[in-house]
């Protein structure tokens, strides 16, 4: 019998975690029973009782193992931990609120029964302010613009991984990771799957603007080289609008004596270059802080607390 192993990252879900687990494993009881279920569950350093939640559920349950880190690492990287623990032929990501709904499980297990490697899950719908759609939609398509690799639009963590897939997965350096990223750079054989996603349970998503806009500086900053690429074809064209400039005021003295004149022109022009110059470091700055971090090789994740766990690593 196969074993599907399903992570649950969690951060202050007291309200949802329990909904979470039993509607899996409903799920498995109707409809994968040929399937045995493991469930890993990470605690992202909760500030409620989601713990204490969790060690009631596993009290009942084997089968369900609990990681707790001794602080919030930030939820890739709690995605990425579940990955790591997990056991099973194949391993699903699932948040606690339910946006994405367990009743498409079974249609990843079929993909991947029919030989897919990676099953992931690509929204049809989902739910937010027009602005925020249109943004992450346009991001997507800039990202595929810019990118070196091929990062389908509309899709998120919530997918399958075979065995082989995580077991890569979980050798790659990376520190600031953009998991949607390194899947497809991973490649095997990949299968979209459509879904239309649910509002939350219950409680306010953790995932706030700030958090969007880092995942998306990793992203960018990850799978693709022409932010650095555009310093320098900027920096010739600057060089090239200077060089005609000064080539006109020169030819324009020459022929008649005229001098450059405008104050107020000079200080724009200085203050326009020292503001580029401050945006080209900037993004040379987030380059070399991930060489930074993957350079110290400090853990993603440090393990303070575990349930059902005879031997784990203290970090991961």
Known sequence: ???VSICIPVYNESNNISIAVQEVETLFHQKLFNYQLELVVTDNASTDNTWRIIQELASSRPHLRAYRFSRNFGYQNSVFAGLSMSTGDAVIELDADLEDPPSII?????????????VYGVRSKRYGSKFFLWSVQRFYRMLNAISDIHIPENAGDFRLLDRKVVDILKELPERNLYLRGLVSFIGFRQCPVLYERNERRSGKSKFKVMHYVVLAIDALTSFSKKPLRLIGILGVLLFVFSSVLALHYLVGYLMGGSEARGFTTLVILMLFLHSTTFIFLGVLGEYLSRIFDDAKFRPRAIIQETIHVDHHPPFV
């Open 1 to 3: 019998m196969k074993t």
């Open 106 to 118: 079974p249609d990843f297990i079929s993909r991947w029964e029919e030989g897919f490697d990676i």
